[in-house]
């Protein structure tokens, strides 16, 4: 979403789920090759863009723990777009974060992400999709899904993506515990090739493809769970806790240690935040539904 005031531009950075996680092996060169479908949901950080006349990039953030500095993937990103498009005035970019870091929501790719959105506009670079994503996958490997949005089945190293139709509405409950995961851990102490258990991906995606959110839901499987719920068990307890409470079903996102369950019912959503917050499970709990649908708010 682009909201445009002049010289200023405002876009919305929304957080990314895994339906389903399946790793496929390890490649050669270390990255490992994956198999997910992706879904944007009703959480997001806000970016304000603001053209300068002055070369140079300056990023703004409201979180103390999250400096503007070179290693802030928006940062990366302005840098690789002002170079390869020999753009001459300065950007300052602002962050409002709200998606919990470190998370398995891809916060940091999706703001990557927005910069590539929001510079398009503000500098009229005329950039298509395809090309701010052969741009972007240099930051992250989530980072052309994120460009995209939506609903997605993401494949290689997750540059290739196909677009599906919009997953069944519904009502999401996000948890995540008082932990940080990193992702290199998760993936290093992942044991690819050892791996029995495979989500079936092909009938997730033919069950959002007929708009059947129950078969969706019992296809919900992450193959990273065996590590970071080795790690912190508090997650299956999260899990447990959804599920026993109207969840259709419940799984970590990404690589953890967020929690999402799946609600028909907002009511039953929502009364299962209540009790989530009481028993003091998780740190961050929103009820949410996918980005851009009714369900969003
Ligand atoms: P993923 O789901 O892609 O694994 P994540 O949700 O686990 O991502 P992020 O919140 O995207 O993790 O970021 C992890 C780390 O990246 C942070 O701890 C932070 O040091 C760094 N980082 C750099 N830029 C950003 C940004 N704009 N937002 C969040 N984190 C950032």
Redesign the pocket.
Known sequence: MVEDKGNTIIRKAY??I?LALDVIRRREDGYHEVRMIMQTIGLY?VLTFTMCKSSGIT?L?DKE??PGDE??????AAKLIIEKYAVQQGVRIE?Q?N??????????????AAVFHGMNELFGLGMSEDEMCALGVKI???VPYCIQGGTALSEGIGEILTRLSDAPACYVLIAKPDI????KYVYENLHADSLTDHPNVDGMKAAIEGGDLHRMAEYMENVLETVTIKAYPVIEEIKDFMKSRGALNALM????P?VFGIFEKEEEARKTYDELKEAGLAKNIFVTGWAGMPTEK
């Open positions: 957080a990314k895994n950080d990023v953030t723990e999250l290693s802030n993937l928006i940062y990366k962050l974060k998606i919990p870091m470190a998370a398995g929501m891809a916060g940091g790719s999706t703001d990557a992250g490997a989530d940080d995961v990193s992702t996102s990404g690589s953890g967020t």
